[in-house]
């Protein structure tokens, strides 16, 4: 492997975890409190929820491409390709929110009550504790899925390692198409290890 | 003798069915009032409208003169114990951090709430060295009862409440569980309200029944009362005790 390439997959692979980072970080912050929120406001459950599955049915390439002509998120670039990964993000982390926190036991969230518990108090000192691992599981199967289809943002001209990928498929160079998909097949395999690591960690 | 909880004509209706049919009642200090009833006869409903979990729909309850609408609903519960059958520890807490739940809410000091922490492990009959530190996944039903009572005595509330608290523990660690009850009562002369529908424990525990059918108030009775009543809910309730198949 000459020194060039390297340096290349090097420099896409940092690319490539950029966007997953910054894109996984904004699907956290908006699917967790949406999660929460659903859990006080059953109304509100088959819109958000509702919202976050049609999101994921898209497929991904045809996500990506409507994207491009939204003023403001669309065009071509990063932002563009952080907008789809974000949308298809929400929905594993935003059900398991809910399910972790419905599933906590009716009679600790009654003495929990019982006992004066302000709801802040409950939801962070009972429901969000009691759930965590729940909600780790949805963000670790969200992070392994967002590495993957990041790699079809290089379609839109966001980088990453799928930019090894498209060019191997136009000049059908199946060694271009292995520098992209090995290392970010690698790269899910490392986190899934890391956030499978933490969600042990959490409740051991 | 004052009243520290008086229901005043309570009634609680869900949609068109009434669970609790105007109830008038006074729980005097230190005595322990056994609500006695079938399944169904608004027992529990009455219990939780004394602490705020529920409020009634028309009349009122009064818990220290105030009725419980006029009640801060946090500053309510926190002077109230509360026990239930599922206990509903906190599972990712330690027995201590259990026990000293509602003292760390009321901004104790550490010092305080461990003192106050061993005393009650202490009352309830577990020894703090032993048990603090332990997880409720690792005590048995009985042990996880008793940590459920020193939970609800933690920080001093003028009222406990009992909801069929030993219903699922078998009837030998029932029986100690009961015991422990009437020492704690005679060391503590706590105000209780004990929901049951076991005739045997009410007649144990309670200084007065009321026997409750279909939302209403049917007889209240102290335990030797209860005993020579000759009303219908009473006599079915009183045969439970006497009943024997005939030896074969």
Redesign the interface.
Known sequence: MNSGLASEIGQLALEHLTLVIVSMSIAIAAAVPAGILITRRAAWRPWLLGFANVMQTIPSLALFGFLIPVPLIGGIGKRTAIVALVLYALLPIMRNTLVGILGV??????????????GR?LLWR?EM??AARTILAGIRVATVTTIGTATIAAAIGGGGLGVFIFRGIASVDTAQILAGAVPAACIALAADGALGWVERRWTN | MSAVVEFRAASYRIGAREILKSLSLTVEAGETLVLLGRSGSGKTTALKMVNGLLFPSAGEVLVDATPTTAWEPVRLKRRIGYVIQEIGLFPHYTVAQNVGLVPRLENWDGDRIRERVDTLLRQVGLDPELFAARYPAQLSGGQRQRVGVARALAADPSVLLFDEPFGAVDPVTRLDLQKQFLALRRDLGKTSIFVTHDVREALMLATRIALLRDGRLELLATPRQFQDSAGDEALAFLECLDWKANPQ
Request: glycine share 6%; hydrophobic share 55%; no cysteine.
């Open positions: 036991d009716a009679a600790v969230r009654e003495s929990a009550v019982a006992m004066g518990m302000t108090q009972v504790p009691l």
